[in-house]
């Protein structure tokens, strides 16, 4: 007997504990605490996504970061989740990825990392419909088949991006920039392109930049940014079915720039207002092979970690463009190759896997 009562009262002494413990979870939960034990959370990897729209109530509106994929059926690879990934962590910002498709599937190692990771707090993916995104902008009404107009691709991205950045507000990066640094803060920036040049050490312009191009492959905007409106009008009236290949993009963003401070000829930085400031071409560096100047090799290189710091010190990011890059194989050393030397630093789980870098 004395046995069965004292199992009796350690099974009442489980009971209430366990009740307890459920009862304190319960608490934590409708009083917004955080739990002691975190619980488990389901993988996304191998499922598939209904995309949704960009949600009309935005509350990092001004502070976010836009990627744009306009291909029918977006592929990310290890390099594009190293953009979204660095936006996050040394960006600080959450990142917000529009393609076209209506839905796709988690299917890459490094995408199931971010989700797994940043989904939905910090990361989302969202479609665009068109007629919806160019409402109420200078693009409103555009037909159909000038959006078809070669090259689509780029003709869309360009389109996309401004008007998302016109509707709400915050910071574009192509899919192949990588953040070094806090974006927030920064505000209606465009960067110098075609121009290649190097700070003090205080980090200061040393020279004027004078180029007829911008780079719109890193900017930012505020929502409704009467400058950006300029630059959707310029997109909009000087739009043919066989436009220049970048005239949407750097060329239209010059013209509109061009007409904002009423130059002619080449824009110079840095130039500042309210709307609009153009900042030196090394505050957000870019690689590319149509520099009149040749910027430094940043892949099959044998150096220390130094010689890819001093290029970018004072940047807030750097833009490995795409045929620079894409056909380099990423070798882990981080004496070769400055993907090597970066990844560990600013995107860990996207280099991670390597093998699909």
């Not at 020279?207 to 505020?222: A, D, I, R, W, Y």
């Not at 090597?340 to 390597?354: D, E, I, M, T």
């Amino acid at each position: 007997m004395r046995v069965k009562a004292i199992f009796s009262a350690f099974v009442v002494v489980i009971v209430i504990a366990v009740g307890m413990n459920v009862s304190y979870y319960s608490f934590k939960s409708k009083f917004g605490f955080t739990p002691v034990k975190d619980v488990p959370k389901e993988s996304m990897c191998g499922k598939t996504i209904q995309l949704q729209p960009i949600p009309a109530s935005n509350p990092d509106e001004n502070n976010q970061m836009f990627f744009v994929d306009a291909s029918p059926t977006p592929k990310f690879k290890g390099r594009v989740m190293c953009a979204f990934e660095s936006a996050i962590v040394l960006g600080k910002l959450p990142v917000k990825v529009i393609v076209i498709a209506k839905n796709f599937t988690i299917d890459h190692p490094a995408l199931c990392s971010l989700f797994d990771k940043f989904y939905p707090e910090k990361l989302n993916f969202y479609s665009v419909d068109f007629d919806e995104l160019f409402r109420g902008t200078s693009l409103e009404g555009i037909k159909a088949d000038r959006r078809q107009s070669k090259p689509v691709f780029t003709n869309m991205s360009d389109m996309m991006r401004a008007a998302i950045l016109y509707k709400y507000g915050g910071f574009y990066f192509d899919q192949d920039v990588v953040t070094l640094n806090d974006l927030r803060g920064l505000r209606n920036i465009l960067v110098m392109d075609n121009i290649l040049t190097y700070p003090n050490e205080k980090c200061e312009a040393t020279s004027v930049e004078k180029s007829n191009m911008l780079n719109q492959g890193t900017m930012h905007f505020e929502k409704g940014n009467k400058f950006l409106d300029s630059y959707l009008k310029v997109q909009n009236h000087s739009w043919t079915k066989q436009f220049h290949p970048v005239g949407l993009g750097p060329v239209a963003m010059h013209t509109a720039a061009s007409r904002f401070f009423g130059y002619e000829g080449k824009l110079s930085s840095p130039m500042t207002t309210p709307l609009l400031t153009i900042t030196p071409s090394f505050t957000f560096r870019l690689l590319a092979h149509w520099y009149r100047i040749k910027p430094p090799r940043m892949f099959n290189v044998n150096v220390n970690g130094s010689y890819f710091d001093n290029f970018i010190r004072c940047s807030h990011s750097l833009h490995l463009t795409a045929p620079e890059s894409k056909s380099v194989k990423i070798s882990g050393d981080p004496r070769r190759d400055v993907y090597s030397y970066l990844g560990p630093k600013v995107c860990p789980l996207s280099f991670a896997h390597l093998q699909q870098f």
